[in-house]
């Protein structure tokens, strides 16, 4: 029972301790070497790509921003040269009014006159055709009345005469 009082199991091989350290030492080594970097350069590549992400967001954010306020600004111009244009068509839309009621009353003027010149030279021609009617009747109504007829040709023509200028002037 000795030997099994010399061999302790809890207590490890100093061989066991040695290898031990030195394959947890190598472990450590190529971890700190290669893996680890690998780790911090997948770890800021991330980084970078959710950074990167971000400001384009953000740029893409104030694009955005920036399109929206020249899109207002268009807006705005359209609408002030849609007001413009109303005002303009509306001016325009007056003058032609105001053209085509001057137009129309010269129209009628000229028909009025041109009216009025039909009846001047209407009533002309009818006091000509009428004179010598008028003159006949008027030596016979002459005659009747005063009883002896009218037959010397200036005393007719001179009453006859009278008898118109005292028409026209009524």
Do not use: C, T
Request: charged share 35%.
């Amino acid at each position: 029972m000795i030997v099994l009082a010399a061999e302790n199991p809890v207590k490890p091989h100093l061989a066991e301790l040695a290898l031990g350290l030195v394959a947890f030492l190598l472990l450590l080594y190529v971890l700190a070497r290669f893996v680890v970097p690998r780790f911090e350069a997948l770890f800021a590549a991330r980084a970078d790509k959710i950074e990167g992400g971000i400001e384009k967001a953000e740029q893409a954010q104030a694009a955005a921003a920036e399109a929206l306020e020249r899109f207002r600004a268009q807006l705005a111009d359209a609408r002030a040269e849609a007001a413009r244009i109303r005002e303009e068509a509306r001016a325009e839309g007056e003058r032609v009014r105001a053209e085509l009621r001057a137009e129309a009353q010269a129209e009628s003027r000229r028909m009025i006159a041109q009216g009025e010149a039909e009846l001047a030279g209407q009533r002309s021609r009818i006091a000509a055709e009428m004179r010598p009617e008028l003159g006949r009747l008027a030596v016979e109504l002459a005659e009747r009345i005063v009883g002896e007829p009218l037959a010397d040709e200036a005393r007719r023509r001179g009453s006859v005469d009278r008898f118109l200028a005292e028409l026209d002037r009524r």
